[in-house]
T-cell receptor, first 112, second 111 residues
Framework: DGGITQSPKYLFRKEGQNVTLSCEQN?????MYWYRQDPGQGLRLIYY???????QKGDIAEGYSVSREKKESFPLTVTSAQKNPTAFYLC???????????FGSGTRLTVV | GQQVMQIPQYQHVQEGEDFTTYCNSS?????IQWYKQRPGGHPVFLIQLVKSGEVKKQKRLTFQFGEAKKNSSLHITATQTTDVGTYFC???????????FGKGTLLTVNP
């Protein structure tokens, strides 16, 4: 079955370390997204990519970086510059037309 | 920038009662989407509304898109414990690819 795989499900890191979250989709979707979810804050867009080798900043891109070298993959790096990295990170994808997003199961990152 | 507001933030009901959540956008939307997130889970796409005044039903769920395409509602008739979760509305911004989500309405149901 097609879908989006995020790994790992839980991730713990020490403050000051960079960490990369994986997102892979086999839906043949062109667009991919990274959202951050904090309690009571809804979903906030970090980065998005419409095509391979191209991506745009979302509303809260500071302290994050992404790459889109393959259509299937859109990894997110949380850098040491991100002041409050502890959160639930969600990856999503969609097709060209205005259709709903398909979300991965998320990665819960805890920085101590 | 575009803002999408949802009310109420929380709603607790007795099983069998009805539930409604409302969504308002600061700008006119080409479409509006609704998602459900179960506790501990990830958002799941429910429906997309495109036309002004559109009404769609999914079993006990009724979705409406306002005439001005700036507001929407989700109504659940006779809630069940399986309806528990957070319901989000979302609308496209400057790019149709980029959705802005409301903060969601958390529904809890007392059996």
């Amino acid at each position: 079955d097609g879908g989006i795989t995020q790994s790992p499900k839980y991730l713990f890191r020490k403050e000051g370390q960079n960490v990369t979250l994986s997102c892979e989709q086999n839906l043949n979707h062109d667009a991919m997204y990274w959202y951050r979810q904090d309690p009571g804050q809804g979903l906030r867009l970090i980065y998005y990519s419409q095509i391979v080798n191209d991506f745009q900043k979302g509303d809260i891109a500071e302290g994050y970086s992404v790459s889109r070298e393959k259509k299937e993959s859109f990894p997110l790096t949380v850098t040491s510059a991100q002041k409050n990295p502890t959160a639930f990170y969600l990856c999503a994808s969609s097709r060209w037309e205005d259709r709903g997003y398909t979300f991965g199961s998320g990665t819960r990152l805890t920085v101590v | 920038g575009q803002q999408v507001m949802q009310i109420p933030q929380y709603q607790h009901v007795q099983e069998g009662e009805d539930f409604t959540t409302y969504c308002n956008s600061s700008t006119t939307l080409s479409n509006i989407q609704w998602y459900k997130q179960r506790p501990g889970g990830h958002p799941v796409f429910l429906i997309q509304l495109v036309k002004s005044g559109e009404v769609k039903k999914q079993k006990r769920l009724t979705f409406q898109f306002g005439e001005a395409k700036k507001n929407s509602s989700l109504h659940i008739t006779a809630t069940q414990t399986t309806d528990v979760g957070t319901y989000f509305c979302a609308g496209p911004g400057s790019s149709n690819y980029k959705l802005t989500f409301g903060k969601g309405t958390l529904l809890t149901v007392n059996p």
